[in-house]
């Protein structure tokens, strides 16, 4: 079973930065599409960014791609979420997702022509004005 694992989250206050780092568990290859999604409290989640390496593409929701920037390592098989000028509106539950084949997942979602099928377990980020 593949799994992801995110770090980085932590409190901060407004204009602050945060680098999120997923990581893939041994045996799984960030090869396909990765990206990061949000929820904050009383929201749905939303999707933020996303890498599709294949295409060497990345996407991100709104305006989000001036101040968040999302990247991979192939080295270290981990993915990341550079986050910039932080807003009280930057606050929630941070998820990382992969293509990763789990075929069983019961959690897929389908954002920017991805199928992401496999989720960590979240991070908080919150942000203080």
């Known amino acids: 079973q593949f799994q992801l694992a995110e770090s980085g989250g932590g409190s901060v206050q407004a204009g602050g930065s945060l680098t999120l780092t997923c990581a893939a568990s041994?045996?799984?290859?960030?090869?396909?599409?990765m990206g990061w999604f949000r929820q904050a409290p009383g929201k749905e989640r939303e999707g933020v960014a996303l890498?599709?390496?294949?295409?060497?593409?990345?996407y991100y929701a709104g305006s989000l791609g001036e101040r968040f920037k999302i990247s991979r390592d192939a080295v270290k098989n981990t993915f990341s979420l550079q986050m910039n000028r932080l807003s009280s509106e930057d606050t929630g539950m941070y998820y990382c997702?992969?293509?990763?084949?789990?075929?069983?997942?019961?959690?897929?979602?389908?954002?920017?022509?991805?199928?992401?099928?496999?989720w960590g377990q979240g991070t908080q980020v919150t942000v203080s004005s």
């Open positions: 997702a992969a293509a990763l084949g789990s075929g069983d997942s019961t959690d897929v979602a389908v954002r920017w022509g991805c199928r992401l099928d496999t």
């Open positions: 041994r045996g799984s290859s960030l090869n396909n599409c």
């Open positions: 890498i599709d390496v294949r295409g060497h593409v990345t």
